[in-house]
């Protein structure tokens, strides 16, 4: 969004707001043509796309410019970015980008306006890297050192069967065990490096799993009977819930749940309760600053009851 100056044949200037909603293809020509490479320090990548621009669509323009309507028509963009590598955690990016549509989302007339209207303008931004934070562990039983000792010893003993065979052609049983025994000492150092990279990828998902847990908060607040407004310790808790949750990921959705006991009253009344506490968390959260985007809020019926036996008069955030 942003907005254009133009100036019409009798030099009036004319300020008019745009929106420009458009999907754009990338292509990272550097590493295409000259392939990755960890430490290029110019990347091009050229981009083009489409979407639909509107001017004009303020009261307070239309007014100025004697135009009491929305103007707007499909559009073509285009541009480059041009990303400078200065350290490893730097990059410094040059957008040249512009646009082209038909002259009429343009309200500005004058005597040198052609059949197309077209924008260019530049963009600088940086981008930080964050850097890996990993750590390993060994398989169960084995370590890193226990598998290169294995194969080590499959190595040797494959080395030392072939020496025996040309001086020894006599111990003919004693190298068919020697060759046994060096194939079930490889077998031994593929299992443990398998059971290594297995023993990691268990390690790398828990990490993952760890992490998404530790960034997508749960909670619970319980009410009393036929309330589902908040006191002073619910509202407390729902403070530190939103703190935490703008802190963790920003597309994570989270679930509002809200539950009555139906083991007394009417259904109706019950199944209202219900949704009336889910709404009075909603938009607690909302008002704390917590996007409306990431939270939905239902009310759940008889057959969903989040404990057994009565007191279900709760509303869960997950």
Do not use: C
Request: net charge negative.
């Amino acid at each position: 969004m942003g907005a254009y100056n133009n100036f019409t044949d009798d030099l009036t200037k004319m300020t008019w707001p745009y929106a420009f909603l458009h999907a754009d293809l990338m292509l990272n020509l550097s590493n295409w043509i000259g392939g990755y490479k960890e430490r290029r320090v110019y990347y091009a990548i050229p981009y083009v796309g489409m979407g639909y621009f509107a001017s004009n669509f303020t009261d307070g323009t239309r007014a100025i410019n004697s135009i009491p309507v929305t103007m707007g028509n499909f559009a073509v963009s285009y541009g480059l970015i041009n990303k400078f590598r200065v350290s490893n955690s730097v990059d410094i990016n040059l957008n040249l980008k512009g646009l082209v549509s038909m002259a009429d989302v343009n309200p500005t007339v004058n005597a040198n306006r052609g059949t197309y209207f077209n924008g260019l303008d530049a963009t600088v931004g940086i981008t930080y890297r964050f850097g890996k934070r990993d750590f390993e562990r060994g398989a169960s039983g084995y370590t890193q050192a226990d598998v290169d000792a294995l194969k080590a010893e499959a190595e040797k003993r494959l080395a030392q069967v072939e020496a025996d065979k040309v001086a020894k052609e006599d111990l003919s049983n004693e190298l068919a065990q020697a060759q046994k025994d060096a194939s079930a000492a490889q077998q031994r150092a593929d299992q443990a490096e398998k059971q290594l990279a297995d023993a990691q990828a268990e390690l790398e998902a828990l990490k993952q799993q760890m992490a998404l847990d530790a960034a997508t908060p749960e909670e619970t607040i319980f009410f009393d009977f036929e309330v589902w407004g908040l006191d002073a310790v619910d509202m407390t808790t729902l403070k530190e819930l939103a703190k935490k949750m703008l802190a963790g990921p920003k597309d994570y959705v989270y679930t509002i749940t809200g539950y009555a006991d139906f083991t007394t009253g009417a259904r109706s009344n019950n199944i209202a309760i219900a949704e009336k506490r889910a709404q009075s968390v909603y938009d607690y959260l909302v008002s704390l600053g917590v996007p409306a985007a990431q939270l939905t809020h239902q009310g759940a019926g008889p057959d969903a009851q989040p404990f057994t036996g009565r007191g279900n008069q709760s509303v869960t955030i997950k």
